[in-house]
């Protein structure tokens, strides 16, 4: 989510409140009781309802409320796969700290426990994972950058626990998102109080002794970004490390294989911008499938997803739009394979086929609705979604019902 004019602001406040429109404060909530049953039995989807979530061809695996994680919202997610024991686990971001599921029985997760905030509570945080650590950002003020080293989930053996940070990086205070180039072993802070919310670079090489790296200011704040070592077609670029960055009011194109001095590549706008909030590349690296966080609001469209025809990073083109069956504002959005994966706020996540995003065609081919109240344009609902299990399970962060697990219908 982003951080919009004042006259959203109000509306944010209420997207990140829990159910009764109470805001999130950096007040810690009461210690759950360990016993407290922490999740909702698995469901099918059938005839287009898995229990009480609307559905097309995916199952619930589990749901863990928030209440059983001790806090009042959540908001990103990632996930993480130990190498040596294969077991999966969701990261969760909570108003309060970053929570840890064992998610390798998806039908009976494991609630380990929670790294509390650096500093305070905030609607915003975000997590990425790098090396077998956890990099965790926030919106609270001074809150830097925490280092967990997610090995320890291994022996977690009274939950829920409150974790410690294994380092804290405060070469920055707030930042509003993370992202890891793992080919490089560079973070980048984005939306933090440097270098004007641009890109913050950080040297995660050795994951608890986390090193500056310099910066990129002259584009201004970037809201989210992509950092990829490039691959695609553009030959004048590839083998460079190229951050594609959700600026508000463009998409910048940056290389930043030289740290010490980032080079400006291109820039592209597009029609009706509401706010440029979050994208992510095919796997070919040729198409930049981008969201816009406020269009529905300013503009009355159903969800709109925007694309474009990355060939030329130097002459980036519009390719095409695709337009959902809701009103409800999409969120984040990830790529695997051919199916582009978007938390969609109210309406859940939903799935969409990308195999023929050449000729302009984009199809949902599945979703599963976190949110049943409504398909409105407001801020609740899944907030992101972790699509990268070898398994096929699914992570969905609900803002006001916690952690969903779902998986394909066989």
Not at 54 to 82: E, Q
Not at 219 to 235: I, P, R
Not at 298 to 310: A, E, P
């Amino acid at each position: 989510m982003k951080r919009i004019a004042p006259l959203l602001i109000s509306l944010i406040l209420f997207a990140c409140s829990s159910d009764d429109g109470t805001t999130s404060t950096p007040v810690d909530p009461t210690p759950i009781d360990p016993v407290d049953p922490p999740t909702t039995p698995a469901v099918p989807c059938e005839n287009g309802m898995a229990g009480a979530y609307p559905c097309n061809g995916y199952d619930l695996m589990s749901n863990i409320n928030l209440n059983t994680m001790g806090a009042t919202s959540a908001n990103d997610s990632w996930g993480w796969t130990d190498p040596t024991t294969g077991k999966e686990y969701a990261l969760i971001c909570l108003n309060n700290g970053t929570g840890f599921i064992d998610i390798s029985e998806p039908t009976e997760p494991v609630y380990l426990g929670k790294l509390p905030t650096a500093t305070t509570s905030s609607s915003w945080r975000d997590v990425k994972v790098y090396n077998n650590h956890a990099f965790v950002v926030s919106e609270a003020s001074n809150h830097g950058m925490q280092v967990f080293d997610l090995t320890k989930l291994r022996n977690a053996t009274s939950t829920p626990t409150n974790f410690t940070a294994d380092a804290n990086y405060s070469g920055f205070g707030s930042a509003h998102n993370i992202v890891i180039n793992k080919d490089s072993g560079y973070a980048y802070a984005v939306g933090s109080d440097t270098f004007a919310g641009g890109p913050h670079f950080v040297n995660i090489q050795n994951p608890t002794s986390p090193t500056p790296a310099g910066g990129y200011q002259p584009d201004g704040y970037s809201h989210d970004a992509q950092v990829v070592t490039y691959n695609g077609g553009d030959t004048d670029h590839q083998g460079k490390e190229i951050l594609l960055g959700s600026n508000a009011n463009e998409l910048v194109i940056v290389d930043i294989s030289d740290k010490d001095n980032p080079v400006r590549i291109s820039a592209i706008s597009y029609s009706n911008i509401g706010y440029t909030h979050q994208g992510w590349f095919t796997e070919d690296q040729r198409y930049f499938i981008l969201g816009d966080e406020v269009d529905e609001l300013d503009f009355g469209f159903n969800t709109r997803t925007i694309v474009f025809d990355l060939t030329d990073l130097d002459n980036p083109a519009f390719h095409t739009e695709y337009s959902g069956p809701t009103a409800a504002i999409d969120h984040n959005g990830y790529v695997k394979g051919n199916t582009f994966y978007m938390a969609n706020y109210t309406a859940g996540v939903r799935f969409l086929d990308i195999s023929d995003i050449e000729n302009q065609n984009i199809s949902e081919v599945g979703f599963f609705d976190t949110h049943p109240g409504n398909d409105g344009a407001n801020f609740n609902g899944a907030w992101s979604v972790y699509p990268y299990f070898t398994s096929g399970n699914i992570v969905v962060s609900d803002i006001n019902l916690g952690l969903f697990v779902v998986k394909k219908s066989n």
